[in-house]
């Protein structure tokens, strides 16, 4: 199972929206509504940001939202702030009941 | 509030075995599917495996398929990670996570396993 396709670096200056960009195939990202994001700062377990697409986990910022058209998932980032700088990572549930993430995007905030 | 606790890693020569535990605090661990995630050191993360709610049903990565096993005790409210003929390439973070629909909500703080003679 290939990794789902980030962009390696993404940035935006605070204030502005930034999208990060998660690609697939029609056996994961294109066939389930089960794609998820997570938010993970340098030397700290990552932290889910969204699920099944398009849903925040109580308490998130609804600076945070998720969407997806076909085989691409997107993440928007509104409103940057100084510690949306961090990796973030997209995953998939497949068709071979397995889950696949993305290769990961630097979001800078400049 | 929810804790996920990992356990058991440490430094292992190749073709070595090692069993991660991951105990659980906070909620009722019986009722989630849990799944445990790899990172290599300076890479991305990579899913391992998932096990259902009962212990019946189990998956993995292709690449630790024959070689790890996924468990858990409802009772300890532990989940665990059975590791065997280990290579270089199995080196990294092990996080032990909780199941939300198609996401992991929860995640501990990872134990290093590090594979190299």
């Known amino acids: 199972q290939s990794a789902l396709t980030q962009p390696a670096s993404v940035s935006g200056s605070p204030g502005q929206s930034v999208t990060v960009s998660c690609t697939g195939t029609?056996?994961?990202?294109?066939?389930?509504?089960?794609v998820s994001w997570y938010q993970q700062h340098p030397g700290k377990a990552p932290k889910l940001m969204i699920y099944?697409?398009?849903n925040r986990p109580s308490g998130l910022s609804d600076r945070f939202s998720g969407s997806k058209s076909g085989n691409t998932a997107s993440l928007t980032i509104s409103g940057l702030q100084a510690d949306d700088e961090a990796d973030y990572y997209c995953s998939s549930y497949t068709r071979s009941s397995t889950y696949v993430f993305g290769t990961g995007t630097k979001v800078t905030v400049l | 509030e929810v804790q996920l606790v990992e356990s058991g890693g440490g430094l292992v020569q190749p073709g070595g075995s090692l069993r991660l535990s991951c105990a659980a605090y906070?909620?009722?661990?019986?009722?989630?599917?849990m799944h445990w995630v790899r990172q290599a050191p300076g890479k991305g993360l990579v899913w391992v495996s998932r096990i259902n709610s009962d212990g019946r049903s189990t998956d993995y990565a292709d690449s630790v398929k024959g070689r790890f096993t996924i468990s858990r005790d409802n009772a300890k409210n532990t989940l665990y990670l059975q590791m065997s003929s280990l290579r270089a390439e199995d080196t990294g973070i092990y996080y032990c996570?909780?199941?939300?629909?198609?996401?992991?909500?929860?995640w501990g703080q990872g134990t290093q396993v590090t594979v190299s003679s």
């Open positions: 029609s056996s994961d990202v294109g066939y389930y509504n089960f």
């Open positions: 996570t909780r199941s939300r629909s198609g996401g992991q909500d929860y």
């Open positions: 906070g909620f009722t661990f019986s009722d989630y599917w």
């Open positions: 099944d697409v398009n």
